[in-house]
């Protein structure tokens, strides 16, 4: 009876071992899956939650790695300059970073971008969507010609995801080239027939 309680506690320890890595296994989301629900703070200090704006447009998910960077700016701008067509086609562009919250205000307002930033400083949001994030910290910028210093919690991979109105992931790109990742994501919902 020793031996086989022993060897149940070992077959139990196994399966929660296998379980801890489970757990600890990166997302990977492929097109065809359900895009996870989520919610964090937009810009305003509001919480957005996703699943709030399903059913009703396209969503357009893009993770980038910091406002007031080069490449980072040449995206949302290129957003804002395509957001008329995006928009005429029923797609919601939400921008994802680790940056804080009042510095996706000062990024929107200075280049004037009419989306959502989203903060997700601890990348709770990345992990859910499998895409990857080193630590953060200071980054010295320019605004307006005036040094400053933005702060954020992680810093994640440049990928973009577009989810349909039914919840799924219709299009996953992670080499986003940043100034053309607005005009291929409207070549992806002209392509959708939508």
């Known amino acids: 009876m020793r031996v086989w309680r022993t060897m149940a506690l070992a077959v139990l320890a196994l399966a929660a071992g296998s379980l801890a890595i489970a757990q600890d296994k990166p997302v990977e989301l492929k097109v065809g899956d359900k895009a996870p629900d989520f919610q964090a703070l ?9 699943s709030d704006h399903l059913g009703k447009k396209i969503i357009v998910v893009y993770f980038y790695p910091a406002d007031f960077t080069g490449g980072c700016t040449a995206q949302a701008c290129s957003f804002r300059d395509n957001m008329k067509p995006l928009t005429d086609r029923g797609v919601e562009v939400v921008g994802v970073s680790g940056d804080e919250v009042k510095t996706h205000a000062l990024f929107k307002e200075h280049h004037k971008l009419p989306f ?6 601890k990348g709770e ?7 990857p994030t080193k630590p953060g910290g200071p980054i010295p910028v320019k605004v307006d010609g005036k040094e400053m210093t933005i ?12 989810i349909g109105k039914d919840g799924t992931i219709i299009h996953k790109n992670t080499t986003v080239k940043p100034a053309e990742d607005a005009k291929q994501i409207l070549e992806v919902v002209q392509k959708q027939g939508r």
Not at 42 to 50: A, H, I, M, Y
Not at 116 to 121: G, I, N, P, R, V
Not at 125 to 131: E, H, L, P, S, T
Not at 153 to 162: D, E, I, M, P
Request: charged residues 35%; glycine residues 8%; without cysteine.
């Open 125 to 131: 949001v990345a992990k859910k969507f499998g895409v």
């Open 151 to 162: 702060r954020q919690g992680v810093r994640a991979a440049r990928w973009t995801f577009v």
């Open 116 to 121: 959502t930033l989203l903060s997700d400083e």
């Open 42 to 50: 937009d810009e305003t200090g509001k919480e957005w939650r996703l």
